[in-house]
């Protein structure tokens, strides 16, 4: 590893950069000092976690002489994403200015995005059979496909009193704005594109949540209709070579146990594939199930260095039925996953 500055030279140039000088406090700077292992940092809004993140990173790039390849840096939208490339690059640019030859890391080199995009760039990298030839749905294609090939989403061609129990029971996702409201009260059921919509939510939720189907089909009821639907509906994505975000994560999280899932996480060459060695997340309260279980296996290698920054208070997705629980568990979860303690 090449260490091309110290940490104090590195924080005396950023406190130099013209109009954006940075200052850190003492709780930040032990964030950005922090040698080893799982590093948890729970903010509130303002208070500069994401600008700790991306100091961070450079901490490591420039003064631990980390090879960018082995460094993913995560957060959950692409704009979001192109701010931390942002920031990593003009900090850089400016350091380099002071010590020059920090010019040499190449920025580009990291991994750095929202974890679905990069699960899908890594998988194609790496020619992962079971995700070749597959085209990736955003969030609207998601919704026209579900609308076009879910049978939940299709009306029944006759009035059914299963239809109504069904979507009576899941009331409070396709009635969630005025007009759904406005069906509801006048005892209607869900039109096609409220039936799409819910219906994405819930397949959604089934894969993100990590949900077991076989015991969904033992409640029977409206849980075994839940089932089938959402079985019929993986199927319809299998038959047109399509991946929704969430099965795109549960294809990641199978590949990362694959002898190729391997190579990415162990590398085979110190330079051209040094595997990864270091995580960093932002907005990590917004994490579910299965993204959790892609980041603890992410950073699985000893000494498990994976960086989480977060504000339990300010979960973007809270109002679709989303939690914190990943975001204020994080202790928990490294200590079960390997036994280790939390800073």
Same mark, same amino acid.
């Given at each position: 590893?090449?260490?091309?500055?110290?940490?104090?030279?590195?924080?005396?140039?950023?406190?130099?950069?013209?109009?954006?000088?940075?200052?850190?406090?003492?709780?930040?700077?032990?964030? &950005?000092?922090?040698?080893?292992?799982?590093?948890?940092?729970?903010?509130?809004?303002?208070?500069?976690?994401?600008?700790?993140?991306?100091?961070?990173?450079?901490?490591?790039?420039?003064?631990?002489?980390?090879?960018?390849?082995?460094?993913?840096?995560?957060? =959950? #939208?692409?704009?979001?994403?192109?701010?931390?490339?942002?920031?990593?690059? #003009?900090?850089?640019?400016?350091?380099?200015?002071?010590?020059?030859?920090?010019?040499? &890391?190449?920025?580009?080199?990291?991994?750095?995005?929202?974890?679905?995009?990069?699960?899908?760039?890594?998988?194609?990298?790496?020619?992962?059979?079971?995700?070749?030839?597959?085209?990736?749905?955003?969030?609207?294609?998601?919704?026209?496909?579900?609308?076009?090939?879910?049978?939940?989403?299709?009306?029944?061609?006759?009035?059914?009193?299963?239809?109504?129990?069904?979507?009576?029971? =899941?009331?409070?996702?396709?009635?969630?704005?005025?007009?759904?409201?406005?069906?509801?009260?006048?005892?209607?059921?869900?039109?096609?594109?409220?039936?799409?919509?819910?219906?994405?939510?819930?397949?959604?939720?089934?894969?993100?949540?990590?949900?077991?189907?076989?015991?969904?089909?033992?409640?029977?009821?409206?849980?075994?209709?839940?089932?089938?639907?959402?079985?019929?509906?993986?199927?319809?994505?299998?038959?047109?070579?399509?991946?929704?975000?969430?099965?795109?994560?549960?294809? !990641?999280?199978?590949?990362?146990?694959?002898?190729?899932?391997?190579? !990415?996480?162990?590398?085979?060459?110190?330079?051209?594939?040094?595997?990864?060695?270091?995580?960093?997340?932002?907005?990590?309260?917004?994490?579910?199930?299965?993204?959790?279980?892609?980041?603890?296996?992410?950073?699985?290698?000893?000494?498990?260095?994976?960086?989480? &920054?977060?504000?339990?208070?300010?979960?973007?997705?809270?109002?679709?039925?989303?939690?914190?629980?990943?975001?204020?568990? !994080?202790?928990?979860?490294?200590?079960?996953?390997?036994?280790?303690? &939390?800073?």
């Amino acid at each position: 590893m090449a260490t091309y500055i110290t940490l104090s030279q590195m924080f005396q140039a950023l406190e130099e950069v013209p109009e954006r000088a940075v200052k850190l406090s003492d709780t930040q700077k032990e964030i &950005v000092e922090h040698e080893k292992g799982p590093l948890w940092v729970i903010a509130g809004p303002g208070s500069g976690k994401t600008e700790t993140l991306v100091l961070r990173c450079l901490k490591l790039l420039l003064v631990d002489g980390i090879n960018p390849k082995s460094i993913m840096i995560t957060t =959950f #939208t692409e704009k979001a994403g192109r701010n931390l490339q942002d920031r990593l690059t #003009t900090y850089k640019y400016h350091i380099a200015k002071k010590y020059p030859k920090v010019a040499q &890391v190449d920025l580009f080199q990291l991994r750095v995005g929202t974890l679905h995009s990069l699960c899908n760039s890594i998988m194609i990298e790496y020619r992962y059979p079971a995700y070749r030839d597959y085209t990736p749905l955003d969030d609207l294609e998601q919704l026209l496909f579900t609308y076009f090939h879910s049978d939940l989403a299709k009306p029944p061609r006759q009035f059914s009193h299963e239809d109504e129990e069904f979507w009576n029971y =899941f009331s409070y996702i396709w009635a969630a704005d005025w007009k759904g409201e406005m069906y509801l009260k006048k005892g209607w059921t869900p039109s096609r594109w409220m039936r799409a919509r819910a219906a994405q939510i819930i397949f959604n939720r089934i894969v993100e949540d990590l949900l077991d189907l076989q015991m969904m089909e033992s409640r029977r009821g409206v849980w075994k209709t839940l089932a089938e639907g959402y079985k019929q509906y993986r199927k319809s994505l299998e038959d047109n070579y399509r991946v929704d975000f969430a099965h795109m994560q549960e294809r !990641f999280l199978k590949f990362l146990d694959t002898p190729l899932g391997k190579r !990415f996480l162990e590398g085979s060459d110190e330079l051209t594939n040094p595997g990864l060695s270091h995580v960093l997340v932002d907005e990590y309260q917004d994490t579910n199930p299965i993204q959790e279980a892609i980041y603890l296996k992410l950073a699985n290698r000893e000494p498990h260095n994976i960086c989480v &920054v977060g504000d339990d208070d300010q979960a973007l997705y809270r109002f679709r039925g989303g939690t914190v629980e990943c975001m204020i568990n !994080f202790h928990n979860a490294c200590q079960r996953q390997w036994g280790v303690k &939390v800073r």
